[in-house]
Nanobody, 121 residues
């Protein structure tokens, strides 16, 4: 069984920073796609940033230049560094990863439980 667990959310003032982490655990052979999404109340879940090995990270226009996604393959972890936070960044942030549990098996997409980020003065 595979689990994704996010951490690092919280309350921050506008202009502040937070760093989210998402650790994958369980039976893992390899991880391909890793991404961060967010969902505000009453809205759909949207892609914030994604990272794939041997490819440049991609960001939504709303966070480009402020957020940075990175990964540590040795730790099965993806990070989201969020700077210059705005009230409109307030949402539940979810990580998503495509994981192969064994060689020759199938790749499955997994989601974390989400972590709340609130930007308010």
């Amino acid at each position: 069984q595979v689990q994704l667990v996010e951490s690092g959310g919280g309350l921050v003032q506008p202009g502040g920073s937070l760093r989210l982490s998402c650790v994958a655990s369980g039976r893992i052979f390899s991880i391909g796609y890793m991404g961060w999404y967010r969902q505000a109340p009453g809205e759909e879940r949207d892609l914030v940033a994604r990272i794939i090995e041997n490819d440049s990270p991609k960001y939504s226009d709303s966070v480009k230049g402020r957020f940075t996604i990175s990964r540590d393959n040795a730790k099965n972890t993806v990070y989201l560094q969020m700077n210059s936070l705005k009230p409109e960044d307030t949402a539940v942030y979810y990580c998503n990863a495509d994981i192969l549990s064994r060689y020759g098996g199938n790749v499955y997409s997994y989601w974390g439980q989400g972590t709340q980020v609130t930007v308010s003065s």
